[in-house]
């Protein structure tokens, strides 16, 4: 299955809940959780840990609009909106935490 | 009253990420009516908040208004106290390099103390 993530790892518990959660999949990371993706955080042992889990994406407008698209953790697919319409699709079912 | 005593200080805390709710661009523009006023302004970011100052924004693909030039723009407002808490820089990896803008940066024991000094403290 899909879950899609909006919020920052280090203001709140969203992604933590998420990977706490949910056993495996696709991730997709959006809006201020693309900060997740980000080399150099606090988070960044926790993300490499899904990585053995879950396969990541992260959506390519939000990390431009937050400068980070250049220094992304390796194994993180980037896709746009189009990739994020793909994702929804192949997936039967999808769990937005909110 | 003197105009000396009218001049209260002003801190304005910045603690969330850009782009992701309105929050940064919302301080921004108050600091700016702020300044106009003749205040003593400081800013101040920490937590995800110093995401704010981070240089390289593009959010053309977003179709927002990117704001964080503006943040340069504050120097022309004499608004020139802009101060990051160290620990928060540390935790995401960033250092005074990445900002776009001159900056000091405190540890949060100075910045605690900053904050205590304050007329009015505005928060978001």
């Keep these: ?98 | 009253m003197s105009e000396e005593s009218s001049i209260k200080k002003f801190m304005f805390v910045n603690r969330k990420p850009p782009h992701g709710t309105i929050y940064a661009l919302e301080s921004l523009e108050v600091v700016l009516i702020t300044a106009a006023f003749d205040q003593d302004v400081s800013l101040v970011f920490l937590d995800d908040g110093v995401f704010q100052l981070r240089k390289g924004q593009q959010t053309k693909g977003i179709e927002t208004k990117n704001f964080s030039p503006t943040y340069r723009a504050l120097d022309g407002y004499d608004i020139e106290k802009l101060y990051v808490e160290k620990e928060s820089l540390d935790a995401r990896g960033l250092t005074e390099d990445d900002l776009l803008v001159d900056v000091m940066v405190l540890d949060r024991k100075a910045l605690g103390a900053l904050m205590d000094e304050q007329d009015v403290v505005l928060s978001f």
């Design chain 1, 1 to 98: 299955m899909l879950h899609i993530v909006n919020k920052s790892p280090l203001g709140h518990a969203a992604l933590d809940s998420c990977l706490r959660v949910a056993q495996g999949g696709d991730l997709l990371l959006i809006e201020d959780a693309v900060y997740a993706a980000s080399a150099g955080t606090l988070f960044e042992p926790l993300m490499k840990d899904a990585l053995k889990r879950f396969k990541v994406y992260a959506l390519q407008p939000d990390l431009e609009a937050r400068g980070v698209a250049a220094h992304l953790i390796e194994g993180i697919a980037v896709v746009d909106y189009g990739g994020f319409v793909d994702l929804v699709t192949q997936n039967k079912t999808c769990q937005s935490w909110l």
